[in-house]
């Protein structure tokens, strides 16, 4: 079945430092979604990735979709407190299972003041 | 305010109890999903209802047993947990399944379920 890894499982930059982390799927995706999840809450949708080579940014996040649809990353400049949590990316294979995600074990992302 | 409310939040029970997770979604959606969260593993999907059919069950033990009555709410029914089963339990709902590309999940805050 569909497999997504996520790399680095951990994370701990000091504020100011940049932060990536890393989704790769071993099947090639029709889209990619990115959540956080701060901690003891649930994860919160923050954006989807549909076109190879696609390029996103909200602020000081920069998300990339692969040119082979198969991998993605997400790149927060200048990280604050506020950052914190996990990270999952979310792999889409469509079809007709437009919907049905398999989700990455997530980037724990700890910033230190 | 998530738009979809789960109850309860925490829940302890014993191995021979029988009791029910309830998730209701406010957001007009026609998918909803059942997800168990473990420390240190991925989301994992157990269950997936669009239009009230359910379209998956991943290899879910029989000892989970989901409900769901309308596209509004979600249930899913406990009996003879084990221990492994501990985790945080997460609802979610999308707008449906098998047409749209354009699917963002919209989840619960989750029930944290302890076997005893």
């Known amino acids: 079945g569909q497999q997504v890894m996520q790399i680095p499982q951990y994370q701990h930059v000091q504020e100011g430092e940049d932060f990536t982390t890393y989704c790769n799927s071993s099947?090639?995706?029709?889209?990619i979604q990115w959540y956080k999840q701060r901690p003891g809450g649930h994860p919160v949708f923050l954006i989807q990735l549909v076109k190879s080579g696609e390029v996103k940014k909200q602020k000081r996040l920069t998300f990339q979709f692969g040119e082979a649809k198969k991998n993605s990353s997400l790149h927060i400049t200048a990280t604050q407190t506020t950052d914190v949590g996990t990270y999952f990316c979310a792999g889409d294979a469509g079809g007709t299972s437009y919907g049905k995600l398999t989700f990455g074990q997530g980037t724990i992302l700890t910033v230190h003041p | 305010e998530t738009g979809v409310t789960q109850t309860p939040r925490h829940l302890v029970m014993g191995m021979t109890n029988k009791k029910s997770l309830k998730c209701e979604q406010h957001?007009?959606?026609?998918?909803m999903y059942w997800y168990k969260q473990s420390a240190k593993k991925p989301l994992e999907l157990m269950f997936v209802?669009?239009?009230?059919?359910?379209?998956e069950n991943n290899s879910v033990p029989s000892r989970f047993s989901p409900e769901c009555p309308n596209s509004s709410h979600l249930f899913l029914h406990l009996h003879t947990l084990q221990p492994e089963d501990s985790a945080l339990y997460l609802c979610a709902s999308s707008q449906e399944m098998g047409t749209y590309s354009n699917q963002p999940q919209h989840f619960g805050d989750g029930t944290r379920l302890s076997i005893l």
């Open positions: 209802y669009n239009f009230k059919e359910q379209t």
């Open positions: 099947t090639t995706l029709s889209n």
């Open positions: 957001l007009g959606h026609n998918a």
